[in-house]
C-alpha cells in the first residue's frame, strides 16, 4: 500500500507539471463539461487516475511481451501484431492513469488502431496461404487487407467526412478481419479442405471450442464497452463501471485469434504439431500460445504472403 500510496503521488506530481486538460469531468463535482468513464467520474483523485481501469491492462501487457520476447521464430506479422498489443495495453494504462493528459488519449488509440489494422493484414496472409496457389493471388488477397488498414487510417484522420470517423473505420476494419477468420475456420475445420492435422477429431474441438469463446468473449466486449461509450449512465454513476472488462475481453480475444492463425497456417502447410497448451493446467483453447519453445521451430504463416507484397 505504501508503493502504491507513492506511485500516485509520483502519477499527480507528473501530472501537475505536465498541461492537463482543465475541463471537468462529466458528473465529476456536479458538473457536465465532457464525457468520461464511470471510474473516472468518481475518481477520488485530483488526476482523476481510474485503478481499475489501469490494471486491467497489466495481464495481457504481460502475456504479451513474455510472447514476443521468450518464443523462438515467431513470423514477421505475428511479431508485430503481438508487439503492437504490448504497445496497446501500454498505452491504455497510461491513458487511464492520467487521462487528463492529452498526449495519452493519442497513446491509447493510436496503438489499437495499428493492431487493428495490422490484425486484418495478418488474417489475409495467413488465408492467401491457405486458399490460393499463386504469388499474384495471395499478393492480390493480401491487399484487401492493407487497403482495410488504409481506409481505417483515413477515416481516423477524418479524410472521409464527419459521418465515417474513427469509430467507423475501426468497426469496418474489425468487422472484415472478423469475416476472413471465419472463412479460415470453416477451410480449417471442412470436410474437404481442413489439413490432416484437423482430421483429428481433439484438435478440431478444440480449434471449435477456441473460436467460440473468441466469439463470446467479443460480444461481451462490445456491450462493456458501448455502456459507457457516450457516458457513465445513472445505474453505474458512483462505481468502477464496467470498462476495465472491456480491457480483459477484447486483449484476450485478440491474442488468442492471433495464436489461431499461427495454428491454423502452420497446419495448412502440413505441421503434425502446431498447438500446444500453454501450461498442462490450461487448456490449450483458453490461452492460445501455437508456438514451439524450442530453436529450430520453422517459421509461421506471414512470410510466404510478405514477399509478393513487397513485389507488388
Same mark, same amino acid.
Given at each position: 500500500?505504501?508503493?502504491?500510496?507513492?506511485? *500516485?503521488? !509520483?502519477?499527480?506530481?507528473?501530472?501537475?507539471?505536465?498541461?492537463?486538460?482543465?475541463? =471537468?469531468?462529466?458528473?465529476?463535482?456536479?458538473?457536465?463539461?465532457?464525457?468520461? %468513464? !464511470?471510474?473516472?467520474?468518481?475518481?477520488?483523485?485530483?488526476?482523476?487516475?481510474?485503478?481499475?481501469?489501469?490494471? =486491467?491492462?497489466?495481464?495481457?501487457?504481460?502475456?504479451?511481451?513474455?510472447?514476443?520476447?521468450?518464443?523462438?521464430?515467431?513470423?514477421?506479422?505475428?511479431?508485430?501484431?503481438?508487439?503492437?498489443?504490448?504497445? =496497446?495495453?501500454?498505452?491504455?494504462?497510461?491513458?487511464?492513469?492520467?487521462?487528463?493528459?492529452?498526449?495519452?488519449?493519442?497513446?491509447?488509440?493510436?496503438?489499437?488502431? &495499428?493492431?487493428?489494422? *495490422?490484425?486484418?493484414?495478418?488474417?489475409?496472409?495467413?488465408?492467401?496461404?491457405?486458399?490460393?496457389?499463386?504469388?499474384?493471388?495471395?499478393?492480390?488477397?493480401?491487399?484487401?487487407?492493407?487497403?482495410?488498414?488504409?481506409?481505417?487510417?483515413?477515416?481516423?484522420?477524418?479524410?472521409?467526412?464527419?459521418?465515417?470517423?474513427?469509430?467507423?473505420?475501426?468497426?469496418?476494419?474489425?468487422?472484415?478481419?472478423?469475416?476472413?477468420?471465419?472463412?479460415?475456420?470453416?477451410?480449417?475445420?471442412?470436410?474437404?479442405?481442413?489439413?490432416?492435422?484437423?482430421?483429428?477429431?481433439?484438435?478440431?474441438?478444440? &480449434?471449435?471450442?477456441?473460436?467460440?469463446?473468441?466469439?463470446? &468473449? *467479443?460480444?461481451?466486449?462490445?456491450?462493456?464497452?458501448?455502456?459507457?461509450?457516450?457516458?457513465?449512465?445513472? %445505474? *453505474?454513476?458512483?462505481?468502477?463501471?464496467?470498462?476495465?472488462?472491456?480491457?480483459?475481453?477484447?486483449?484476450?480475444?485478440?491474442?488468442?485469434?492471433?495464436? &489461431?492463425?499461427?495454428?491454423?497456417?502452420?497446419?495448412?502447410?502440413?505441421?503434425?504439431?502446431?498447438?500446444?497448451?500453454?501450461?498442462?493446467?490450461?487448456?490449450?483453447?483458453?490461452?492460445?500460445?501455437?508456438?514451439?519453445?524450442?530453436?529450430?521451430?520453422?517459421?509461421?504463416?506471414?512470410?510466404?504472403?510478405?514477399?509478393?507484397?513487397?513485389?507488388?
Amino acid at each position: 500500500m505504501v508503493a502504491l500510496t507513492r506511485l *500516485l503521488q !509520483c502519477l499527480e506530481e507528473f501530472h501537475n507539471s505536465s498541461g492537463a486538460i482543465e475541463e =471537468t469531468c462529466d458528473g465529476r463535482n456536479g458538473t457536465s463539461t465532457r464525457q468520461c %468513464w !464511470c471510474e473516472q467520474a468518481s475518481s477520488p483523485f485530483a488526476t482523476e487516475t481510474q485503478l481499475a481501469n489501469t490494471l =486491467t491492462n497489466l495481464p495481457h501487457l504481460v502475456l504479451s511481451l513474455y510472447t514476443l520476447l521468450r518464443l523462438a521464430n515467431v513470423s514477421g506479422l505475428y511479431a508485430c501484431c503481438v508487439g503492437m498489443l504490448v504497445l =496497446t495495453s501500454l498505452g491504455s494504462l497510461l491513458h487511464h492513469a492520467l487521462p487528463l493528459l492529452e498526449w495519452t488519449l493519442a497513446a491509447d488509440l493510436q496503438p489499437m488502431l &495499428l493492431t487493428t489494422g *495490422l490484425s486484418c493484414v495478418y488474417v489475409c496472409a495467413c488465408l492467401a496461404d491457405a486458399l490460393v496457389p499463386s504469388a499474384p493471388a495471395r499478393g492480390a488477397l493480401l491487399l484487401v487487407g492493407l487497403a482495410a488498414f488504409a481506409s481505417q487510417s483515413i477515416a481516423a484522420d477524418g479524410g472521409y467526412g464527419k459521418d465515417y470517423e474513427l469509430t467507423e473505420g475501426f468497426a469496418t476494419t474489425l468487422i472484415v478481419t472478423i469475416a476472413l477468420h471465419a472463412v479460415l475456420w470453416i477451410l480449417s475445420s471442412a470436410l474437404t479442405t481442413r489439413p490432416r492435422y484437423f482430421e483429428d477429431g481433439a484438435n478440431r474441438v478444440d &480449434l471449435h471450442l477456441a473460436y467460440a469463446l473468441c466469439g463470446a &468473449l *467479443l460480444g461481451a466486449a462490445v456491450a462493456f464497452q458501448r455502456i459507457e461509450a457516450d457516458g457513465c449512465p445513472d %445505474w *453505474l454513476s458512483g462505481s468502477i463501471g464496467l470498462h476495465g472488462l472491456w480491457h480483459v475481453c477484447v486483449y484476450h480475444v485478440t491474442y488468442n485469434a492471433l495464436g &489461431l492463425l499461427v495454428v491454423q497456417s502452420a497446419a495448412h502447410a502440413g505441421s503434425d504439431s502446431p498447438w500446444s497448451p500453454a501450461h498442462r493446467w490450461v487448456a490449450r483453447w483458453l490461452v492460445v500460445v501455437p508456438l514451439p519453445k524450442r530453436k529450430d521451430a520453422a517459421p509461421s504463416a506471414g512470410f510466404q504472403s510478405l514477399r509478393p507484397a513487397v513485389a507488388l
